[in-house]
């Protein structure tokens, strides 16, 4: 998988630099409703939309990768601190807020991040993968919104 060599290598950079990087484990809040209420073409319009959107928000050289279903996962590297993530998390959850124009009404996405950082968090991408899905989670308890794995529910 592109997203696992990408993550390993970036760890492997970090390791040789004074940096780190966060891995971002994205779930988009009750998209069952839309595939389930509008059909899985809409659904998968607006999964396109969300990737458009996503790839838009994404530097250089983060890497965005779809999990599965509706959930995506988000390399950011050259990370300095929390906050940098935190300013990319905020910035992707505004630009999916934006109603999608699927084909029929707006629809509107909201999606739930677990943000986790290296090496606080985990030192290998298994572990990093798993941190964020689990702080994906805590985010979802809070509809919406980030967590850190380190940390509680933000919006």
Same mark, same amino acid.
């Given at each position: ?34 595939? &389930?209420?509008?059909?899985? @073409?809409?659904?998968? @319009?607006?999964?396109?939309?969300? @990737? ?17 279903? &509706? ?10 601190? &929390? ?65 850190? @794995? ?6």
């Amino acid at each position: 998988m592109l997203f696992h060599d990408r993550l390993e290598h970036g760890i492997e950079q970090v390791q040789r630099h004074d940096w780190t990087l966060a891995v971002m484990f994205l779930d988009l809040d009750k998209f069952k409703i839309i595939n &389930d209420t509008y059909g899985h @073409a809409v659904g998968d @319009a607006v999964l396109l939309t969300i @990737a458009k959107r996503l790839k838009e928000t994404a530097r250089n050289d983060d890497t965005i990768s779809r999990h599965g279903g &509706d959930e995506f996962l988000y390399l950011l590297t050259e990370v300095n601190d &929390d906050e940098d993530a935190a300013i990319v998390a905020e910035k992707i959850m505004k630009a999916l807020q934006v109603p999608c124009d699927a084909g029929v009404a707006p629809l509107t996405v909201n999606t739930s991040i677990g943000i986790a950082i290296y090496p606080r968090d985990g030192t290998t991408a298994e572990a990093l993968i798993k941190s964020a899905d689990a702080a994906m989670y805590r985010a979802k308890q809070g509809k919406s919104g980030y967590a850190f @794995a380190s940390d509680h529910p933000k919006q």
